[in-house]
């Protein structure tokens, strides 16, 4: 999927991201070696700059081990991660039962005509077809900016889940005071609370943009369809 503009046009939505998801991995590796030494140099003075350049290795390996790992949590896993689901985590399993009557933005009336029937109720159904409404609106402006705002957002929920078991660890040992590495890792889970929230809205914003746009896309008549395909 592209956005067909510019620069970016040929890039998938995750390629385009991937500067701000290294961003994102060099301000909480740097936030953390700051306060490594910011805490070492109050307890121990200006020299705690130069003995305690051991710290480092625990900060680079939690580092190498948070970008690895990110890479190897799939997007089912971290869909799990956003909307605390372990089975049908997706909000296209619930897009037509519980989304769609909640936007006001959707016409219901007009997508239940696109739809040609009733709007399915089994999770795995309503995912199915709202994924063939979205084939035919993704290229939509508004519909791959908020897809493109979730999958960053998404992979940073992962990434926040990391950094909370692995540059949590790291501060806990690197840091001398307790209380200020206690303190540490409560703002790396206040860090995963706010961006899965930020995650789980854009997912369902995701869904109901798709739903939206389908349902004000003018419908084209069978007979003018026969037409243009007569006249290629």
């Not at 385009?16 to 490594?36: E, K, T």
């Not at 089994?122 to 791959?144: G, L």
Request: hydrophobic share 45%.
């Amino acid at each position: 999927m592209t956005n067909g503009s510019g620069a970016n046009a040929g890039k998938s939505l995750k390629d385009q991201n991937r500067w701000q998801i290294w961003l994102v991995v060099a301000v909480n590796s740097l936030f953390l070696y700051g306060v490594v030494q910011a805490n070492a140099i109050k307890v121990h003075g200006l020299r705690a700059v130069f003995t305690d350049a051991n710290n480092l290795l625990p900060i680079g390996f939690a580092l190498v081990i948070s970008t690895v790992l990110n890479g190897v949590l799939s997007a089912e896993n971290k869909a799990r991660l956003v909307f605390l689901r372990w089975r049908n985590a997706l909000p296209g399993h619930r897009a037509f039962s519980e989304y769609a009557t909640s936007d006001p933005r959707i016409d219901l009336e007009g997508l239940a005509k696109l739809h040609g029937s009733a709007f399915p109720t089994d999770p795995i159904d309503q995912n199915r077809a709202w994924y063939r409404m979205y084939k035919t609106v993704e290229k939509e402006p508004s519909v791959n900016q908020v897809h493109r705002d979730f999958l960053l957002l998404r992979d940073y929920t992962g990434l926040c889940t990391l950094f909370i078991v692995f540059f949590g660890a790291a501060g806990l040992y690197a840091i001398p005071s307790m209380k200020i590495g206690l303190l540490y890792v409560v703002l790396l889970v206040i860090q995963y609370v706010v961006v899965r929230q930020a995650a789980c809205n854009y997912g369902i914003r995701f869904v109901t943009t798709v739903l939206a746009q389908k349902a004000a896309a003018p419908e084209i008549p069978a007979a003018k369809r026969r037409v243009a395909r007569k006249t290629l």
